[in-house]
């Protein structure tokens, strides 16, 4: 069963766009809501993450939008740049534990 | 060292062989992960140490894999009689505390190919 569900898969986005990465979560018990960032050859690194307490944490050109009702999640990346490009998952995990389910990753491309 | 480190960063060895892939986290972190991506995939857990000792260990597939920590800093990742649905990037991660949402670090990798 697939915990946390990722879409799209692939998304290609001008330069200045808006970047939009949607996640769908099961288990109501997930407290910690993370995105990473993984750029070719690299280990993911935190971008952003989120609690359920909050509908919205902002970070830069970065945002999180939680809905909980829905159990769903999505990163928003405004006035993208080709130094965005890379593969973005989403997460979720429990009781402040790095036991980190991931989803399956979206390939965002900024185009010049 | 600034990261996680982790070496081979990549590693080719013949189906059924064993290999050690090893884990150097950043200095001071007390807890440890291991985790498996397949390509096109996001990473998987494997485990997670305390320490010296594995808190969790549920990721593990099967018994051909096991890891240790002997001295609650350097970790290596054994597996035994390796299969070809064994190749996957292994990742190693490390954060100072275990809970209250501590940052996990990411090493770059070991890429395994069973042939």
């Known amino acids: 069963q697939q915990q946390v569900k990722q879409s799209p898969q692939s998304l290609i986005v001008q330069k200045g766009g808006i970047s939009i990465i949607n996640c769908a979560y099961e288990?109501?018990?997930?407290?910690?809501f993370p995105w990473y960032q993984q750029f070719p050859g690299k280990g993911p690194a935190l971008l952003i993450a989120i609690r359920p307490d909050v509908s919205e944490k902002k970070e830069g050109r970065f945002t999180i939008s939680f809905n909980k009702s829905a159990k769903q999640f999505s990163l928003h990346i405004m006035d993208s740049q080709p130094g965005d490009s890379a593969t973005y998952f989403c997460?979720?995990?429990?009781?402040?534990?790095?036991?980190?389910?991931f989803g399956t990753g979206t390939k965002l491309q900024v185009i010049p | 060292g600034a990261g996680v480190s982790q070496t081979p960063s990549n590693k080719v060895t013949e189906k059924g062989k064993y290999v050690e892939l090893r884990c150097d986290p950043i200095?001071?972190?007390?807890?440890l992960y291991w985790y498996r991506q397949s390509l096109g995939q996001g990473p998987e857990f494997l485990i997670y140490?305390?320490?010296?000792?594995?808190?969790?260990d549920s990721g593990l597939p099967n018994d051909r894999f096991f890891a240790v920590r002997p001295e609650g800093s350097v970790s290596t990742l054994k597996i035994q009689r390796t299969e070809r649905g064994d190749s996957a990037v292994y990742l190693c991660a490390s954060s100072l505390v275990h809970g209250g949402n501590t940052e996990a670090f990411f090493g770059q990798g070991t890429r395994l190919t069973v042939v």
């Open positions: 288990n109501t018990a997930f407290d910690y």
């Open positions: 140490f305390q320490g010296t000792g594995a808190a969790d």
């Open positions: 200095s001071g972190h007390t807890a």
């Open positions: 997460a979720v995990t429990r009781g402040g534990y790095q036991k980190v389910t």
